[in-house]
């Protein structure tokens, strides 16, 4: 099984930029878009793991993370922002690197995972486990696998959408995380669909429901996104405002909402009106 989506230091910092400042915790870096409560989850999740793997804990009472909550909340790049800690911390020529080498993140999906013949994505998902423990690409690498959207892959066995290869899927998962080395490997799942996922799944890791972000967080996003679609100053102004005023009165809910935000002002700025595509969005939402 060939791994396209192995994420390494150098990986973590074009995506988030490099270290700007540390609190002895966390970092802050360059593109960090955070709010507090994601802050406090990723130092939680991080320190967890450390104490994990810097003790030599190879059945740790951790074995990862449940990520739940709705769609463009933060929940793959907090995993990702997780990763990136853990590579700083545990990087080749740091107190904690020897003996084991640098952190690697395995980003697994459906697609990873799925194959029409009998048995084979039951052999697939044993891989990644299998490649876990062994290093994916070296044996000293610690590593983070990331199920996104894990609904996808295990589903509950109760639910009416369940099929009976889900069951053997679920059953592989179940024994190969009750087998996880800790000491050198956490597993992180996120979902859209909490309800959707087996308990037998959730109950083996430490759940956070992620919600709604910051308001602060949602128009430092929107003005990031401004500042490359080169917004003047009384844009990103009107554009702040609204953004804290929507966000405020409840109908703004995710990154994503907030991202949308600034194309609609883009395309209405380029028009000089509203395009039809928002004021469909907004009948459809009952917007004011």
């Known amino acids: 099984m060939q791994f396209h989506h192995l994420i390494s230091l150098p990986g973590f910092e074009d995506r988030f930029g ?3 400042s540390a609190d002895g915790t966390t970092s802050w870096t360059e593109k960090d878009l955070m709010g507090s409560f994601h802050r406090r989850v990723l130092s939680e999740m991080v320190e967890i793991v450390s104490h994990q793997w810097r003790s030599g804990l190879r059945r740790g009472a951790i074995k990862g993370f449940f990520l739940s ?3 463009g909340v933060g929940k793959t790049s907090l995993a990702l922002r997780v990763a990136y800690e853990l590579g700083l911390r545990f ?3 740091s107190a ?8 690697v993140l395995a980003l697994i999906d459906g697609g990873d995972i799925a194959r029409a013949r009998y048995g084979e994505s039951e052999e697939r998902l044993g891989e990644v486990f299998t490649r ?5 690409s070296d044996p000293r690498q610690r590593s983070i696998v990331l199920f996104d959207d894990v609904e996808s892959i295990l589903m509950a066995r109760g639910s009416s959408n369940a099929r009976e290869w889900h069951f053997s ?3 592989v998962f179940f024994h190969a995380v009750d087998e996880l080395d800790t000491s050198r490997t956490a597993v992180f799942l996120t979902s859209n669909r909490p309800d959707l996922v087996d308990d037998a799944i959730t ?3 430490l759940s956070y429901a992620i919600g709604t972000p910051d308001h602060e967080l949602m128009v430092e996003v929107a003005l990031r996104r401004a500042e490359e679609l080169h917004f003047d100053e009384e844009q990103r102004d009107r554009l702040a405002r609204q953004i804290e005023q929507t966000a405020r009165a409840g109908r703004l809910r995710s990154i994503r909402e907030a991202e949308r935000a600034v194309v609609q002002q883009y395309v209405q700025d380029v028009l000089g009106r509203a395009s039809v595509a928002h004021m469909a969005s907004v009948a459809r939402l009952g917007e004011p």
């Open 132 to 136: 876990a423990a062994k290093g994916f």
């Open 18 to 20: 490099p270290v700007v």
């Open 69 to 71: 909550g709705p769609p």
């Open 169 to 171: 899927q679920d059953s």
């Open 96 to 103: 904690d690197a020897p003996p084991d080498g640098p952190v």
């Open 91 to 93: 990087r080749d020529g």
């Open 203 to 205: 109950d083996r890791f």
